[in-house]
């Protein structure tokens, strides 16, 4: 490539003469200014072109392009002056290689940038794609950085003519007992991937494991989930656990909203429309309480020893359960002592069919 560009320049090159130094150094000269050229007419017109459009995305992508282009242009400037000089070996070698490591290690922090810029408009949008989203972006953000990385090493390893398959075999080896050394580790981080690409629950949600904690999310890691309890401890569970065990999302669903039940019974004889009507307006009276949907009453069964009645009602979140249950329980039994419903409990009559006899009479 190089050749071909000299001899297409040849004619130009030839005015200064046949002094070597002085052909590299005008080709030093003329790709400067292209590289100011470049820098202040052409990316100017394609960020102007780029402002037309409604999409931002493009607006960063041209002005991660700026840098890449005019290192190139500088960089092939002077691959084409070393070239005009004759150094010969060992010189161009390690010229040229350095020159490509340096162009390598300039292309590789922009295709870091266009990534890292394409993955977050994607998770800006969760239509597009599902399993990117805010909570997932790190992940992939590392994998792409991971991924780009290992394969700029491979180039520029290859720019210096170093044999990789040696340390590709090596590395394999090394895998493989890092893989049964870190099984737990490898059960979690995967568990931890499905869980982001799957998102059964996110941060904030309020869930209920399968061995009864609850609590609030409040990190998900990739090889831990963390959940604070009403109690205001924080409990960490192995992703490994939480992606193969029943989790309750009560946060999940449609909407947030959280459904309460308060259950009470009133003797038998109580006016049950009276009863309905109480709780009803117990509940609407609450400003904890959702308007929709709409509280309701349900009569659900003859107990033992009472009507058994079960008011249901929404809350916002279900952080607010049990300020919300307090609330409602203390109305009810200030209202049923008003109105003079009673609230029966259990009673136990004893009776005595005979007195002991005394021994001695």
Excluded at 5 to 13: A, C, D, K, V, W
Excluded at 23 to 36: D, E, G, M, R, T
Excluded at 224 to 249: A, F, W, Y
Aim: charged share 20%.
């Amino acid at each position: 490539m190089l050749s071909e560009i000299q001899t297409s320049l040849s004619p130009y090159i030839g005015l200064v003469g046949e002094n070597p130094w002085l052909q590299a150094l005008l080709v030093i000269v003329v790709s400067q200014l292209l590289a100011w050229i470049f820098d202040r007419f052409i990316s100017a017109a394609l960020k102007n072109l780029a402002r037309r459009t409604r999409f931002q995305l493009d607006d960063e992508l041209i002005g991660h392009l700026h840098t890449p282009i005019y290192a190139s242009v500088m960089l092939l400037g002077l691959a084409l002056a070393v070239n005009l000089l004759g150094l010969g070996e060992p010189y161009d070698f390690f010229v040229f290689s350095g020159l490509k490591t340096i162009a390598f290690i300039v292309w590789t922090i922009f295709l870091l940038r266009v990534v890292r810029t394409l993955l977050r408009g994607i998770a800006a949008n969760e239509d597009r794609i599902k399993v990117l989203h805010p909570q997932t972006l790190p992940l992939f953000e590392n994998i792409a950085m991971i991924v780009i990385v290992v394969l700029a090493v491979y180039v520029i390893f290859s720019a210096w003519n170093v044999d990789m398959t040696a340390w590709l075999a090596s590395a394999g080896i090394v895998g493989i007992a890092v893989g049964f050394a870190a099984k737990d580790t490898l059960a979690n981080l995967f568990s931890g991937v499905f869980i982001m690409a799957d998102a059964p629950y996110k941060i904030g949600d309020f869930v209920v494991l399968d061995t009864g904690e609850r609590g609030e999310i409040t990190h998900i890691g990739i090889r831990s989930t963390r959940l604070m309890t009403r109690d205001d401890i924080e409990v960490t569970v192995p992703n490994s656990i939480m992606g193969n065990t029943k989790i309750i999302n009560e946060s999940g669903g449609a909407e947030e909203k959280f459904r309460i039940r308060i259950a009470v019974g009133v003797a038998y004889g109580s006016d049950i429309d009276q009863v309905r009507e109480i709780l009803m307006q117990i509940a609407l009276a609450d400003e904890a309480v959702c308007e929709d949907p709409e509280p309701r009453v349900r009569f659900r069964a003859f107990g033992p020893s009472s009507l058994d009645f079960e008011l249901l009602c929404w809350i916002d979140q279900p952080v607010l359960r049990g300020r919300v249950i307090d609330e409602l329980n203390g109305q009810v039994y200030k209202r049923f002592i008003e109105e003079g419903v009673e609230i029966p409990y259990s009673k136990r009559d004893v009776y005595i069919k005979e007195m002991p006899t005394d021994s001695r009479d």
